[in-house]
């Protein structure tokens, strides 16, 4: 039985919350094991002790497979003692079998947090202008981390330093789950660099001229930019029905940055999605 706040029993029911979830904020380790596995025995206890050392800075989960059938198959567990490493909300490191001390302790140094997410964390509490000194700092270090890199990308965007902010949320790469933040933040940037148009005179030119694409293509980009999300995806839809590589693609690239920008599941990124395979596979 788990006996300190880091040291925790999960099962089925609770893996997602108490693994997955947990992994996005404290790196989580797993050890599949069972009461009648004699490694179990060795390994367990092993296992139990460093993370007491550490007091907390990660968390070990222990999955009796025998108790918890499902989340065992899911992770193709068929020798125990099998131990995987959480951090970010993904495995990224394990082992099989009763291994040496030296082995866990490797592959902690791959999960517990580096000097890099040290001056990351720090960098989410200071003032804008500390905070970007320890996120330059951090990216000294480790040039294509992450997180270094969208905190950054979001400061710099905030302080309407758009072209760097984009530069620096290009950077962040997969597997890292930070680059669906990344591509949001990017695409909302754009969306608001794009958007300076004159609205009203736009619609008065379009009045005189319904073919007039590029006045279309600006005020869909400005009414999105506003957060007239319906209004401005339908003039951009306007403008790909009637020649869908106008101005290089750019009104079906700003409804991708539009659908980025209100997430998948929203009803207007659903319904203009598929206008939008209409007109350009028509």
């Known amino acids: 039985m788990a006996t300190a706040s880091w040291i925790i029993d999960v099962r089925d029911d609770d893996f997602e919350r108490e693994v997955i979830e947990r992994s996005k904020t404290t790196p989580v380790v797993v050890d599949f094991w069972a009461p009648w596995c004699g490694p179990c025995k060795t390994l367990g206890p092993m296992l139990e002790r460093i993370a007491d050392e550490h007091q907390g800075a990660f968390v ?12 065992s198959q899911a992770f193709g567990i068929q020798s125990i003692p099998a131990v ?3 951090r970010d909300g993904m495995l ?12 866990i302790r490797q592959m902690l140094d791959g999960i517990l ?3 890099t997410d040290t001056l990351v964390a720090a960098a989410k509490t200071q003032p804008p202008a500390e905070a970007e000194a320890t996120l330059r700092e951090a990216l000294v270090l480790e040039p294509r981390h992450p997180y270094a890199l969208l905190e950054l990308g979001r400061l710099l965007g905030a302080r309407g330093e758009t072209e760097d902010a984009l530069g620096m949320l290009e950077r962040v790469s997969p597997p890292s789950p930070a680059v669906a933040e ?14 300076a148009g004159d609205i009203p005179a736009l619609r008065a030119r379009i009045a005189t001229d319904p073919n007039d694409l590029a006045a279309r293509l600006e005020l869909g980009r400005a009414l999105a930019a506003t957060g007239a999300h319906e209004d401005g995806l339908g003039e951009l839809l306007a403008v790909v029905q009637r020649d ?26 659903e319904r203009f ?10």
């Open 113 to 115: 947090p580096t000097a």
């Open 92 to 103: 990224v490191n394990e082992f099989v079998g009763a291994q040496a001390e030296s082995v």
């Open 182 to 195: 990344a591509e949001r933040l990017a695409a909302e940037l754009r969306t608001q660099q794009d958007g």
């Open 84 to 86: 995987k490493g959480f």
């Open 244 to 269: 869908r590589r106008f101005d290089d693609d750019a009104a079906r690239k700003a409804m991708v940055d539009v659908f980025a920008v209100l997430g998948n599941d929203h009803p207007l990124t």
């Open 273 to 282: 999605r598929a206008e939008l395979a209409k007109a350009l596979y028509r």
């Open 60 to 71: 070990l989960a222990k999955v009796n497979v025998d108790e918890a059938p499902a989340i």
